[in-house]
C-alpha cells in the first residue's frame, strides 16, 4: 500500500538555522505530494505541493523538490523563525481516479521547536 | 477562503453514552468531506470518506456502527460516536475537499474527545 516515511523527531534548532526534514513515499500509483503544518491549538494548513516529478513547491521560505528518482520530497528552510515552531507532515495523494482519489496518507509528522 | 469549522472543539462524555462532532465548511460547497483520529504524537489516521447524499466509505478496521457519519448537506458533516468507551479518547479532525482542485483539502481546528 501507499506509505509516507518522516524522519524522527522532534527537532530543535536555533533561530536562523537551516532545516531539513526528510520524507521519503511509496506508492502504487503516480502521486501528489503535499507539506501540512499544524500550529498549536490549530488544524492543518497547506504549506506547499508538487504535483509531478521535478517540481519544486515553496512557501513561506520553505521549499521542497518531488524526486522521482529517490522518491523523497523533503522539506527545507534556509533561516527558520521561532513562529515556524509547529508539526510539519508530510502527506500524498494519488492523482489516478477510484476509490483512493482525493485521499490523504500521511508521514507520522515531525516536531520542529525553534529557539530564540 | 476555504475555512472549515468544527464543534465541539473539546468534549467530555462519559462511558456508554454518545456524542456528535460536526464539521462545516463556511464558505464554500463540499461536495466530499474525511474524518480523521490523530493519537498523541502520531500522525492522523483516516477514518472514513464522507460524500453529500450517500453513505460514507469507511477505512478498513474503522466500525461503521460505532462511527456513525452522516453528510446531509453541502457544507455539514457529522461524526457520532456511538457508545463511547475510553479507548475512543482522541483528537478527530474533519476535512473537505477543495471546490477548485480535488486533491487540495482544508482542515477544521478539531475536536478533543475524553469518555470518562
Known amino acids: 500500500g501507499d506509505s509516507v516515511t518522516q524522519m524522527e523527531g522532534p527537532v530543535t534548532l536555533s533561530e536562523e538555522a537551516f532545516l531539513t526534514i526528510n520524507c521519503t513515499y511509496t506508492?502504487?500509483?503516480?502521486?501528489?505530494l503535499f507539506w501540512y503544518v499544524q500550529y498549536p491549538g490549530e488544524g492543518l494548513q497547506l504549506l506547499l505541493k508538487?504535483?509531478?516529478?521535478?517540481d519544486k513547491g515553496s512557501n513561506k521560505g520553505f521549499e521542497a523538490t518531488y524526486r522521482k528518482e529517490t522518491t523523497s520530497f523533503h522539506l527545507e528552510k534556509g533561516s527558520v523563525q521561532v513562529s515556524d515552531s509547529a508539526v510539519y507532515f508530510c502527506?500524498?495523494?494519488?492523482?489516478?481516479?477510484?476509490?483512493?482519489?482525493?485521499?490523504?496518507?500521511f508521514g507520522q509528522g515531525t516536531i520542529l521547536t525553534v529557539h530564540p | 477562503g476555504a475555512v472549515v469549522s468544527q464543534h465541539p472543539s473539546r468534549v467530555i462524555c462519559k462511558s456508554g453514552t454518545s456524542v456528535k462532532i460536526e464539521c462545516r465548511s463556511l464558505?464554500?460547497?463540499?461536495?466530499?468531506m474525511f474524518w480523521y483520529r490523530q493519537f498523541p504524537k502520531q500522525s492522523l489516521m483516516l477514518m472514513a470518506t464522507?460524500?453529500?447524499?450517500?453513505?460514507?466509505?469507511?477505512e478498513q478496521g474503522v466500525e461503521k456502527d460505532k462511527f456513525l457519519i452522516n453528510h446531509a448537506s453541502l457544507t455539514l458533516s457529522t461524526l457520532t460516536v456511538t457508545s463511547a468507551h475510553p479507548e475512543d479518547s482522541s483528537f478527530y479532525i474533519c476535512?473537505?475537499?477543495?471546490?477548485?482542485?480535488?486533491?487540495?483539502?482544508?482542515f477544521g481546528p478539531g475536536t478533543r474527545l475524553t469518555v470518562t
Open positions: 476535512s473537505a475537499r477543495g471546490p477548485l482542485i480535488p486533491y487540495e483539502q482544508y
Open positions: 506508492a502504487t500509483g503516480y502521486p501528489s
Open positions: 508538487a504535483t509531478k516529478a521535478d
Open positions: 464558505d464554500f460547497q463540499a461536495t466530499t
Open positions: 464522507s460524500n453529500e447524499g450517500s453513505k460514507a466509505t469507511y
Open positions: 502527506a500524498l495523494t494519488l492523482n489516478a481516479g477510484g476509490t483512493s482519489y482525493g485521499k490523504l496518507t
